[in-house]
């Protein structure tokens, strides 16, 4: 058994180059594509040179439970500063008062609309339409998941490309401007994701953001360097290979004609934003189509995260199964005869280092610590290989903290930047390898599912 | 020995890893001071070139402050930012063009042309174009004619705001090429430039031009006079037309709302192209008489979903056509989409006239 040790101590450490190897790339990618994209910024802040191109959209918003947010969001949606869209938000058989609050509102009138089932969806109770305000409409549905109540309010927009929100997303006056610049730019663009921050502890009024500040917690202090390292430079970097897997549900951009000929979202998966941006790939490249699925570095979204390890842990077990089944559903773009980078690098790399790389990095741990314990690793070995693990993390989230000073430097006072630099820091001792176990703790969930579901199904079959 | 090589190189890297984690830190602390510092600036030259440029006109005779040459492109940006905000007042918009000639921008956005970022050129071509400066026509004529369709259109832009009798022989043809650029835009750079001026060149263009681009072009007639729009039309439909071109003539048509094409359009309503069936049924809302009634309430049957909401719409739009007429027609109707999108018109409307 000891033999082996060596080769598994290669093993880790190979893994740990080769992981940290390629944050790095995307790292010096994301500051080229910063500096090009702060260089423009200026410039396209003049509304003139884009107005015209600006195109309609729908803007679509998937409400389970969410009474006490609603409002505020529909407040924030109504203050957009945008030439033409309209509003559907899909009530997915809410329990609570959702539709109630919303019809007292915004006055809603039950609406006869012909409604067109190009997507299938659980069943539609009924639509409604504002009499306040002439965009907004309302379908009341039965309960289908997020995915499902997308694809009803697809089903009843009327613009050629719909921009998803979720519920308790806080958006900015010119969140829209921005997110559809990228399709004005380049017509071969089919959905364009934008940079989600952490609302927790910001300013926002009338449900619009205002001031970025820091919260108190740690654990959400944790997150905003997590969201500033995932979509600075993990985002950035795939964004000029057109290699983007995931598109956050809480505000996206796509072209509807697309996803309706892809089948729209799918309901049976926790991870649906995922799987749809994933099946896009594979199926854009099967059909050998020109297309980009590109995001906007510009931070025009901003989302509450959880402030407690119980939701979080839910949270991050959600995520991981998600990204797990999304790549299962869609394996046949992991080297796809298209060449694309997204089937040749980012699904790989997903695949390897996000799948199966929680089981590596806590098994790389236990080796390391019981090896030490036991006596078959020095303690100069063991010091060496802590200072790697926790020092290039610290590296990762430092340069996401450098690329942030570099392009919008939200958080505006100076203490914000020792804070961050702190939780850089501190996040490496426990934080980080606390989601480690969560996400192997997920991907047991998802394969003993997956076994449960098989032996079901073979049950029926001796029966039948 | 194998591992112990290991173990330094190791050593040695985590050594450096830290060293740049420290490195980056104190670059990122002289980067916030450099901000702090920028930031004062530009709010300090904000607060004093924005009441000059914005109420500048009452004080032609004092000169404006010298601009740094560090200023020079916030100042572009403020000025072109201030400038689209004030096309429509005469005196401001002269105030600050001779403000931008004596602060010397326009040298500066002509330098900008020359750079390689698109957003640059884009906001020299735009300046260019606000200060009708013809010194660089043959640049913004080089840069109308290039790939890059937001580029292209800005520049066509700046050619007809500078010279608007020279730019119609360039863009135009353009306009015929160019699929990129978007019809809105299209449309108001030529009611920019004026029916008088356009007119007859695009009309020449749109029956010289393919099916595929006639299609297109066919809408921007709308921006033309109804005596030339109209009789390029009916020599469009005449011909025999592709199916492809039926419907942008129906629409405008409808646009012009001439009744002397009753009978032309009523011919399009069974037509074999959904298309042209809905954009017959659309025109027919605006043109139509009382016994188009019955021939629009039988494309409320039709297969297609677009046909029937515009026949739907166009019933209700027909000013003959009261509510309680509306709701018998719904009553008699036997087939369930008929009625339902004839109850989705009619509350569309009510909401809207509320």
Redesign the interface.
């Known amino acids: 058994m000891i033999e082996y040790l060596p080769v598994v101590e290669s093993f880790i450490l190979l893994y740990f180059i080769g992981l940290n190897g390629v944050y790095l790339a995307l790292n010096i990618l994301s500051l080229g594509g910063i500096a090009r994209y702060m260089q423009s910024r200026d410039v396209a802040g003049l509304p003139h040179l884009f107005s015209g191109f600006a195109p309609p959209v729908t803007i679509i918003v998937p409400a389970y439970n969410e009474e006490d947010h609603i409002l505020n969001t529909l407040r924030s949606l109504f203050q957009l500063n945008y030439p033409e869209c309209e509003i559907v938000v899909v009530n997915d058989g809410s329990n609570d008062r959702t539709l109630d609050v919303m019809k007292k509102e915004y006055s809603l009138a039950p609406f006869p609309e012909a409604y067109r089932n190009r997507i299938r969806t659980k069943p539609v109770r009924a639509v409604y339409h504002s009499t306040v305000d002439q965009r907004l409409r309302v379908v009341d549905k039965e309960n289908g998941g997020r995915g499902d109540a997308v694809n009803a309010g697809i089903n009843i927009a009327r613009y050629p490309w719909f921009c998803r929100v979720d519920a308790d997303s806080i958006l900015q006056k010119d969140s829209l401007l921005l997110i559809v610049q990228p399709l004005i730019e380049d017509p071969t663009v089919v959905a364009c994701g934008g940079t989600v921050r952490v609302a927790n502890g910001c300013k926002s009024k009338d449900g619009l953001f205002v001031e970025a500040d820091l919260s108190r917690n740690p654990l959400v202090l944790f997150q905003i360097v997590e969201y500033l390292r995932a979509f600075l430079y993990g985002r950035m970097g795939w964004s000029p290979m057109n290699a983007h897997l995931i598109i956050s549900g809480a505000f996206g951009i796509y072209r509807k004609e697309t996803v309706v000929a892809v089948g729209g979202y799918r309901s049976d998966t926790v991870g649906e934003d995922m799987e749809l941006i994933v099946r896009l790939h594979r199926m854009l490249s099967d059909q050998r189509k020109r297309y980009r699925i590109t995001f906007v570095p510009e931070p025009i979204c901003w989302a509450e995260v959880p402030d407690n390890l119980k939701q979080l842990k839910k949270q991050r077990i959600r995520w991981q199964i998600g990204l797990v089944e999304s790549l299962m559903m869609n394996r046949g773009l992991l080297f796809h005869d298209s060449g694309t980078f997204a089937g040749w690098l980012a699904f790989p790399f997903v695949l390897f280092f996000e799948w199966f790389g929680p089981f590596v990095e806590t098994l790389g741990y236990i080796i390391i610590i019981a090896g030490f314990m036991l006596g078959f690793i020095s303690i100069q070995a063991f010091i060496t290989f802590l200072i790697l693990a926790v020092g290039f993390g610290v590296l990762l989230s430092t340069s996401a903290l450098l690329l942030e000073e570099m392009s919008f430097h939200l958080y505006k006072k100076p203490w914000h930047v020792i804070v961050l630099f702190m939780t850089a820091l501190v996040e490496n001792f426990g934080y980080r390898q606390l989601n480690t176990v969560w996400r192997v703790i997920a991907v047991y969930y998802y394969l003993r599912d997956k076994v449960r579901e098989k032996l079901a199904n073979r049950k029926q079959q001796i029966r039948s | 020995m194998h591992?112990d090589l290991?173990?330094t190189i190791?050593?040695w890297?985590?050594i450096a890893?830290?060293a740049?984690?420290l490195f980056?830190?104190t670059?990122?602390?002289f980067?916030?001071a450099l901000?702090?510092m920028k930031e004062r600036r530009y709010r300090d030259f904000s607060m004093l070139w924005s009441p000059i440029l914005l109420n500048g006109k009452g004080n032609k005779q004092d000169r404006p402050p010298r601009i740094n040459y560090a200023d020079r492109?916030s100042f572009l940006?403020l000025w072109?930012?201030l400038r689209?905000g004030k096309d429509g007042d005469v005196k401001i918009r002269d105030w600050m063009n001779s403000v931008a000639i004596e602060t010397g921008i326009d040298r500066v956005a002509i330098r900008l042309l020359k750079k390689r970022?698109?957003?640059?050129k884009?906001?020299a071509v735009?300046t260019l174009g606000q200060l009708r400066d013809k010194s660089q026509w043959e640049i913004l004529y080089q840069m109308a004619l290039s790939d890059h369709?937001?580029l292209s259109l800005?520049a066509a832009q700046a050619l007809a705001r500078i010279d608007r009798e020279a730019a119609v022989p360039i863009i135009v043809p353009l306009i015929v090429r160019r699929m990129?650029w978007?019809a809105?835009?299209v449309a108001?750079i030529l009611g920019g430039i004026g029916p008088d001026l356009v007119a007859k060149p695009l009309a020449d263009a749109i029956m010289e031009a393919p099916a595929e681009e006639m299609q297109r072009l066919i809408p921007y007639l709308e921006t033309c006079h109804d005596a030339i729009a109209l009789p390029v039309v009916h020599r469009i439909l005449n011909d025999p037309p592709h199916d492809k071109v039926i419907g942008p003539c129906l629409y405008v048509i409808g646009k012009f709302r001439d009744k002397n094409d009753l009978k032309l359009v009523r011919q399009y309503l069974t037509h074999p192209r959904w298309h042209v069936r809905a954009h017959a049924a659309a025109c027919l809302g605006r043109i139509g008489t009382k016994e188009d009634e019955a021939k629009l309430a039988a494309l409320l049957a039709d297969p297609e979903?677009w046909v029937?909401?515009r026949a739907a719409q166009a019933i209700v739009d027909l000013s003959f056509s009261s509510l309680e007429r509306i709701r018998q027609l719904k009553e008699y109707r036997h087939d369930r989409?008929a009625r339902?999108?004839l109850?989705?018109v009619i509350?569309?409307k009510r909401?809207?006239r509320?």
């Open positions: 591992s290991i173990l190791a050593h890297v985590s890893v830290v740049l984690v980056l830190m670059y990122i602390l980067l916030r901000l702090l492109f940006i072109n930012t689209e970022s698109i957003r640059k884009l906001l735009v369709a937001l800005a990129d978007p809105a835009k108001s979903w029937r909401y989409y339902d999108i109850e989705q509350v569309e909401l809207i509320q």
